[in-house]
């Protein structure tokens, strides 16, 4: 890997670290683009698409061509191919497995003018927190591609796992500005303490079996008695 290539990609990681900080709840979004546009750098002739995971909630997030992003919607309808290998298995997965991939991928990445796919795991505390998938254009570059996404997948280690605190700081904040206005309403409609209207949030919360700040949510947009009460959770 070309020393300039691997400085210029840490460089661009770097940046979206930094612009995370400042950004709009949609954060995630823009570590993965920065992800996908630092893997074009060294790899021009590949397409990337990155894969996050919050909350359990895999998703696409970023990628630099509408075929990348429709493959990897395709693998996910499939729940088989390179991806989801790559995170299951917490390995690289592509050229060279012994297991085949489903005809129907591999007939859409022939389709679609790839010659190969591979699939590194970014891998955070031992679990697959996403994926950074290349699909070549070209004749892989004997083992070439493969270097720079685990370099990549590694320094995407730092920027994914600094984008998912904020964003679970951001809905905890948010979290607490409505259970505090919910309080607020409880305490001016019945002439209560914040003590007790935060008890009333948590009995209903038990009661109904919703999250709590789902139950404040509803009173906070219930002031007129039009919303739909929460479901169980």
Known sequence: ?????????????????LAIIHDEPSSLDRIAAGLAHAA?????????????????NRATRAATSRPARELAALEGR?????????????????????RPFPDAWTDA?????????????????????GAI?????????????REIAEVLAHQAVLVVEG????????????????????????MNRYRIDAATAFSRLVEASQDMNVKLVDIARWYVTDQDGSATSPQPS
């Open 1 to 17: 890997m070309d020393s300039k290539d691997l400085i210029a990609s840490s460089a661009r990681l770097s940046h979206e670290l």
């Open 40 to 56: 074009v750098v060294p790899l021009p002739d590949h397409d990337v698409a990155v894969t996050l995971v919050l909350d359990r």
């Open 78 to 98: 499939l729940g088989s191919g390179p991806t989801t290998r790559a995170m299951s298995e917490l390995r690289a997965a592509g050229p060279g497995d012994a």
């Open 109 to 129: 990445v022939t389709g679609a003018g790839y010659r190969d796919v591979l699939a590194v795991p970014i891998v955070i505390a031992g679990a697959a927190a």
């Open 133 to 145: 998938t290349l699909f070549a254009r070209t004749e892989p570059d004997g083992g070439h591609e």
């Open 163 to 186: 984008g998912r605190r904020l964003v679970q700081l951001r809905d905890a904040v948010a979290s607490r500005d409505v259970i505090g206005q919910a309080k607020g309403i409880l």
